[in-house]
């Protein structure tokens, strides 16, 4: 009698001891998978990061790039004088000087006064150019002439320009000819000195080390376990059975 209580005892105990080690596989699996999906997310936002600090290198550079490119057109102005016409007290001789104030010259300037082209120069040094415009009375309203001037220009690069009289700054959107193009947005001329090294790259981040799967505790003991309750169970059956 008290041999079948040991195998019935030891039945159950076999039994529990493998539900158990079954309990415990489905959560050791549930946090593996937990821990991939972590590292999945992990590898993810990091590839995300380093793809908008690329994105936002290759946008700063894109910027002091074109800081360099309008450098010299910055430094070509125009402005409208008013001298008094030397014939009539009451009647001015308004014109358009164009000044290249920098080191290298431009190339096929069109000087325009209300759309129209009032005059053009193949190879503008360094210096000034003079282009007279229409008699104005003194008297009359002249402020609105700077406005309606437009200078186009090509600098040493090669880039097409409009220079507007109020200062902003249009790249064209294509090499225009005597058949006209298209302009940029305006731009703010860049009148400091532009360093010519662009920034640095932000450092490339290689893919996240994978983390060392450090085994758990239970992971040892488990077979042991799964052992000791296979032989529990068995004993206990072979035990009921023979006897």
């Known amino acids: 009698m008290v041999q ?31 821990e991939s999906a972590r590292r999945a997310a992990d590898v993810r936002e990091a590839r995300e990061e380093e793809q908008e600090q690329e994105h936002s290198f290759h946008e700063r550079a894109t910027r002091e790039l074109r800081e360099r490119q309008r450098y010299q057109a910055s430094l070509i102005s125009v402005l ?37 082209v009032i005059g053009t120069v193949p190879l503008l040094g360094t210096g000034e150019e003079f282009f007279p415009l229409p ?6 309203e002249r402020s609105g002439q700077l406005g309606e001037v437009t200078v186009d220009f090509t600098d040493v690069s090669g880039i097409r320009w409009r220079r507007e009289g109020y200062g902003a700054l249009r790249r064209a959107r294509e090499e225009i000819g005597e058949s006209g193009g298209g302009w940029e947005d305006p731009e703010t001329p860049h009148i400091e000195r532009v360093t010519s090294s662009p920034p640095m790259p932000a450092p490339a981040r290689g893919p996240l080390p994978p983390e060392a799967s450090a085994q758990r505790p239970g992971q040892l003991l488990r077979p042991v376990v799964i052992l000791v309750s296979v032989v529990l169970v068995a004993g206990g059956v072979w035990w009921l059975l023979s006897h």
């Open 4 to 34: 079948n209580l040991v195998a019935v005892f030891s039945l159950l105990i076999g039994l529990a001891g493998l539900t158990l080690s079954y309990m415990a596989h489905r959560q050791t699996v549930r946090q593996d998978e937990q």
């Open 135 to 140: 008699l104005t009375q003194l008297a009359g």
């Open 80 to 116: 409208v004088a008013v001298p008094r016409s030397c014939l009539h007290g009451g009647w001015a001789v308004p014109r358009v000087v164009l000044e290249n104030c920098s080191s290298q010259p431009v190339r096929d300037v069109w000087v325009s006064y209300r759309g129209e």
